[in-house]
Every structure is written in C-alpha cells, then in structure tokens.
C-alpha cells in the first residue's frame, strides 16, 4: 500500500498525523518483506538463494526496528506502550497489571525503558505495606477504578514529563541524589588532608489524603450505584500541580532549582505577544540562542495559559494557526503551564528521578469516611542549565531564581 494512501483529506491531518502515517505504513511495508523472505527462504531448494534471502530478510528487520524507534520517540502514546512491554522481564499480562497506576509515560532510552519496565513489575508488591493498601476492605476492582481516577486526573495536568527525560521508578527509599562531581570543599594546605565532597538534592515526597464515602461506596458495591471519585481526582490533581511547581520553580531553601530558577540558564526579554509576528521573532531569538550554547534540539517550548492560548490565531491572509507554525519549530512539544512568562528547553538540561511514581495508599476509616492519599515521591536533576531559556514576554516577566 503507497504511503500516500490517505483514509481522508490530505490538508485535513496535522503534521504529526501524517508522519504517523508514513512511519506506520512503512513498518507495515518492512514487516511484510520479513515475512515474504522468510517464507521463501523456507521454500527454496537453492541454498545460495536461500542465504540471499535471509540476508534480505535480516535487512527488513533492521529498518522494522529503525521505525519502530522513531514512531517512540516521536509518538507519545505508542512511546508509552512500547517503553512498557519492550525489553520486560516475565509474564506479558503481569507487565500490564504492573504498568497501571502509572501517571505519564517515562521519555527514556531504550536501556532506562528496560530497566523501568522490570522495577515496575516488582512495585505493587513490595510497596504493599507501604502504601496499606492490604488494609483497605476494597476489592482490587474498587483499588482499580480509584487508581484509573487518580491517573488520569493527573495526566491532564502534568507537562514535565511529556518533553523531559525520566528515570526510575527507584522505590519510596530514594530520599536524596547525588548531582555534579565530587571535589575539594577547600584547597588543603600542603600538610593537611584533603576533604572530598559530593553533593546531593533531596527527593521531595508529595503528599495529598482524601475521603470515600463507606455508605456510597457500599451503594456503588450492593446496588450499582456510580462511585463518585471526585475527591480522588481532586487530591492526585494537587499532587500533580506540585510538581509542576518543583519542575518549574524548584525550592530554593532545598537547594532545588527549578527550569524557571536555574543560574546558568539564558534569557530572552520578549516583545508584545498580541503583535501576530512577535511570537515567532521571540521563539526564534530564544532557539538561536540555546544553538549558538551547542544545544540544537529538538525543543519543547512552555508557556503561561494566556500565552498559550493566543496562539491560536491565523496569520493575514493565511489558514495557518500561530501554534501549527511554533510546532515545525519546537518539534518536542509546546506546553501549557502555571508559569509566567515562558521557556524553551532542549531535553539534555535535565531528568526527572522517580523513587515512587504516583500511587494511592489506604490510612483508615472512622464509620463514616474511608481516609486514603495519593503520593509520589519525584525531582527534576538539571544537568545542564544552558540548555534553558526562559521567556520574559510583555506582561509575563520569569520569575527570578
């Protein structure tokens, strides 16, 4: 089948709709003359055109894999179930029933997706007395059913972990990590010892409980009635808008340093965002910017809501959306955010650290309410504050780190 092969007008599909279409269509090209080689491999009776063959066929398997990696890092969706089962360890449906709870897709490489996958597969079990989830008088349904609320609550918030790479789950025991080189705290005198130190970063756990009603969750079990998780919702929403803030803003007290605070970082001062050329003049100043430091992307662009939002205006003349022009620009994303002002980042200015990824936990209940939380335990290691630049744009000045 030509890639051409459109189901429906061409000008109708966004960019990243039709590069999805041309990678799909060639996997399933590649895939095909796997297939067709291997059979007729098999077939032959001529051992040098059966060697030819299999050549062919290894071949095919080789760009079957080029593509499947492009369509992961380039697709969040596929890139989450592909990091997921690729390179796990034991039974398939285990894997799946490991992978629920998890918040956001991990934009990690190929050797931290398979190291993720394993850890995941251990996680429910041995975080069970930590979380005293075995305490709660719930069916696994019920514990599903809240998790899949909670999830999905604080997926729709979470921006972070959509452009920035992510490592772990490492377990609730990761309380700090070890960031830069070890070194001298002082020159030693020529007589004296040297002291070598490294340093390190806490890893902030956050934190937010909430109440089940007994009588209407008994209803929900007895009698069908709709369970109402709104409180579950709301209390993993919390969690999630905390760490948006430590991405951002960091905690200065904690030696924290958010993308908005970081020292070393650039800074363009904007222009008025209202003029419909301004956005682009100051994306582009932003990105020549972070190229001329040896960062030359792919970009993420991050931006205050009513930034954000205006960019959903054509330019004269044209059918072209602002935000549909940014994005040939900032091909790893643009972002709406609790910021002011705005930031460009290339990917290599840092990771998130997971000890535990978002998890609700059972604390107990008083005849009227079960008490239950929704935790995580997380913290963005910038490696690299060159590789941001935030935006001062009109109105929108970036706080100051």
Known sequence: MSSENFHVPRETLSREARLLHYAITSLKEELDA?????????????????????????????????LLEWIQRNNQDFGEHIRTYLFSEGDLLDVEKAAEGKALPPAASRAEAAASASVRSRSPEAMADYLNRSQAPFSKEIWDAIDAAA????????????????????????????????????????????????????????????????????????????????????????????????????????????????????HIDGGDWSAV????????????????????????????????????????????????????LCTRGIYKAAIAGGVLVDPRAGVLIVGQDLRTGYISQDGVHYHLYVTESIVLRIDEPAAVCTLGIGGNPVTSG
């Open 34 to 66: 796997v297939d067709w080689y291997r059979q007729r491999a098999d077939d032959t009776e001529d051992e040098a055109l059966k060697q030819v063959l299999l050549h062919n066929m290894r071949e095919e398997m080789e760009h079957s894999a080029m």
């Open 277 to 328: 050329d301004r956005a682009l003049q100051d994306v582009l100043a932003a990105v020549t910017r972070l190229d001329e430091a040896g960062f030359r992307g792919p970009y993420a662009l991050i931006l205050a809501p009513e930034l954000y939002n205006g960019l959903f205006r054509l330019y004269p003349g044209t059918d072209t959306l602002q935000l549909e022009h940014l994005r040939r």
């Open 151 to 266: 999830t999905d609550a604080a997926r729709d918030r979470l921006t972070g972990r959509r452009f920035l790479d992510l490592e772990g789950p490492f377990g609730v025991g990761l309380t700090a990590i070890e960031v830069g080189n070890d070194d001298y705290c002082r020159q030693p005198d020529p007589n004296e010892a040297g002291a070598i130190m490294g340093r390190a970063i806490p890893v902030p756990m956050l934190r937010r409980s909430f109440r089940l009603s007994i009588r209407r969750l008994a209803a929900h079990v007895e009698n069908g009635q709709p369970l109402d998780l709104a409180s579950a919702q709301d209390a993993a929403e919390a969690v999630a808008d905390r760490e948006e803030e430590f991405i951002y803003r960091g905690q200065k007290d904690f030696g924290i340093s958010g993308l908005l605070t970081v020292e070393g970082r650039h």
